[in-house]
Structure formats: structure tokens, C-alpha cells
């Protein structure tokens, strides 16, 4: 089974510039996730997808970031204008909806971008 | 808040000691647990999960966790590590709530194995 696809692996630009990462998840995988990793801590979720769908935004810097996912597929982050802490590594993650109950959570990563913002 | 503490950032030990890593949560509602493991250079891989059932779950490469809902905690162990094991652990749990779960990471812990 393919894994999760992301592109750019790694990514330098200077601040005030925009970038934007890929991502295709696992194929028939509902939820996408994008999270934000800064060296030396745990993922942070920036948003979720459910299909195309936004599930929760609410830790998304929305004044300079933005997401979609518009088949409900592939989805791409965008950056826009970067700024020196934006430096991080950005992993993408899905799972698939199982049952009547709720969301299967067990999600399986992407191996992530890291931007590096000078 | 929901929120996930990892007790540990760094942890030291010689191959064949035993590991316990600790992991807590501040949720009383229904969640699903996790742990991740981070081999340096690779991506996130899933190493064990609890959902429901039996509170002793078994996963790769040796590890176990222990759900307490008591205690809100669910604690990574393993008898006896290896170099191989050196790592990053990550305590992941998904909250309930609005229909979906929110899956929230601990900080981490570094796993260093000296041989």
C-alpha cells in the first residue's frame, strides 16, 4: 500500500515570501490532516479535512496561512507571507473513516517538509 | 484545553534495561491513544494504539502500554531495549467531540541507547 505523499522534502526561502506544500494521502483515507512540527516538540494540528471539508482550523494562522483540499484528495499548504518561526518541519496525515460511531483515528504520516525560513 | 503531557525530554539508558516512558492527558471524555515512534531521518510510524477493550496493549518491536483511565495516563514500556531502539516517542491521544476526534500530541521524549 503507498504511503503519504508529500513534496516539496525540503524547502529554503526568505522571509516574506510565500511557499506551498503537497500532499496525497493514503488513496480512500476521508481525513487529511496538516501539522505544523517546530524542532524540539510534538506535532501541532493546523488543520483538519474531512473529504473536502474543513473539520478544524482553529489553530491555523489563517493571517498567512491557508489550506484546501478541493476533490477531497490532494491538498496543499500555503505560506503566505513566511515568517522566520514558520521554520519547521510540515507533515501531513490521513486516515480513513471506519464506522458508524466515529472517525478511525489511527493516522499514517507523510515524511514531512521541512521549510527553513532566513 | 485538551492536553498531552509527556513526563520525559530525554532519556538515557544502556541496552538491555528496561524503558517506561509516561504519557498523561487532561480529558475526561472518550479518547483513543497512541504512540509514535520518530527513527532519526524517518517519518512518524505507529508503534501501538489503544481504542477499547483490554487496557494492556502490545505493539511493535516489544513495546506495551498500559491504559489507566483513573489516572488518565497511558505509559510506554518495554522489558529490555535495544541500540536500535534510539529514537524520538511520541504519546499521541484523539479527543471526541462535534463527531470527530482531534488527535494532539504530547512534546515528545528522545530515547538515546547507549550499546
Known amino acids: 500500500e503507498a504511503g503519504v505523499a508529500q513534496s516539496p522534502r525540503y524547502k529554503i526561502i526568505e522571509k516574506r515570501q510565500s511557499v506551498a506544500f503537497w500532499c496525497n494521502p493514503i488513496?480512500?483515507?476521508?481525513?487529511l490532516y496538516w501539522y505544523q512540527q517546530i524542532l524540539g516538540q510534538g506535532p501541532k494540528l493546523l488543520i483538519q479535512?474531512?473529504?473536502?471539508?474543513?473539520?478544524?482550523d482553529s489553530q491555523l494562522p489563517k493571517d498567512r496561512f491557508s489550506a484546501e483540499r478541493l476533490k477531497g484528495v490532494d491538498s496543499t499548504l500555503k505560506i503566505q507571507p513566511a515568517k522566520l518561526e514558520d521554520s519547521a518541519v510540515y507533515l501531513c496525515?490521513?486516515?480513513?473513516?471506519?464506522?458508524?460511531?466515529?472517525?478511525?483515528?489511527?493516522?499514517?504520516f507523510g515524511q514531512g517538509t521541512r521549510l527553513t525560513v532566513v | 484545553a485538551q492536553s498531552v503531557s509527556q513526563h520525559n525530554h530525554h532519556v538515557i539508558l544502556s541496552e538491555a534495561a528496561s524503558l517506561e516512558l509516561g504519557c498523561n492527558y487532561s480529558?475526561?471524555?472518550?479518547?483513543?491513544l497512541f504512540w509514535y515512534v520518530q527513527y532519526p531521518g524517518q517519518h512518524l510510524q505507529l508503534l501501538l494504539k489503544?481504542?477499547?477493550?483490554?487496557?494492556l496493549v502490545k505493539g511493535i518491536k516489544g513495546f506495551e502500554a498500559e491504559f489507566i483511565k483513573s489516572k488518565f495516563s497511558f505509559n510506554l514500556r518495554k522489558p529490555s531495549v535495544q541500540w536500535s531502539d534510539t529514537a524520538e516517542y511520541f504519546c499521541a491521544v484523539a479527543f471526541s467531540g462535534a463527531g470527530s476526534y482531534q488527535l494532539t500530541f504530547g512534546k515528545g521524549t528522545k530515547l538515546s541507547v547507549i550499546p
Open positions: 496525515a490521513s486516515s480513513a473513516t471506519r464506522d458508524s460511531k466515529g472517525l478511525n483515528t489511527e493516522a499514517f
Open positions: 488513496s480512500g483515507h476521508a481525513t
Open positions: 479535512f474531512q473529504n473536502n471539508g474543513v473539520v478544524d
Open positions: 489503544y481504542f477499547s477493550g483490554d487496557p
Open positions: 480529558y475526561g471524555g472518550t479518547v483513543n
